[in-house]
């Protein structure tokens, strides 16, 4: 059974910091990519990061540059999205979504996602 669970969310100040991580099994973690995205309420799913397999490419959406980091841990088949300088527009569900084969953006058309969890940013 395919699981990708998502975990570390929380309430924060903004300028605070949360790291997320994403345990994968089900699959073999070193042919898929690893995205987080994230959605907030009334708005569409956004990608925030994606770490492709092999050399470990990382792509971050514009407000994710400078901010957050995006890293694994293959042995662990786990991924972490280290997030800094949080901001209350951060505030959003976020989940991680598994792609074949994805390189640099991962794109929604992820084959695996997983359950989100919710982070929360106050001013």
């Known amino acids: 059974e395919v699981q990708l669970q998502a975990s570390g969310g929380g309430l924060v100040q903004a300028g605070g910091s949360l790291r997320l991580s994403c345990a994968a099994s089900?699959?073999?973690?070193?042919?898929?990519?690893i995205g987080w995205f994230r959605q907030a309420p009334g708005k569409a799913r956004e990608e925030v990061a994606c770490i492709s397999r092999g050399d470990g490419t990382a792509y971050y959406a514009n407000p994710a540059k400078g901010r957050f980091t995006i890293s694994s841990d293959n042995a662990k088949n786990l991924v972490y999205l280290e997030m800094n300088s949080l901001k209350p527009e951060d505030t959003a569900v976020y989940h991680c979504?598994?792609?074949?084969?994805?390189?640099?953006?991962?794109?929604?058309?992820?084959?695996?996602w997983g359950k989100g969890t919710q982070v929360t940013v106050s001013s």
């Open positions: 089900g699959f073999n973690f070193d042919d898929y990519g």
């Open positions: 979504a598994a792609g074949f084969a994805v390189y640099g953006r991962c794109g929604n058309d992820m084959d695996y």
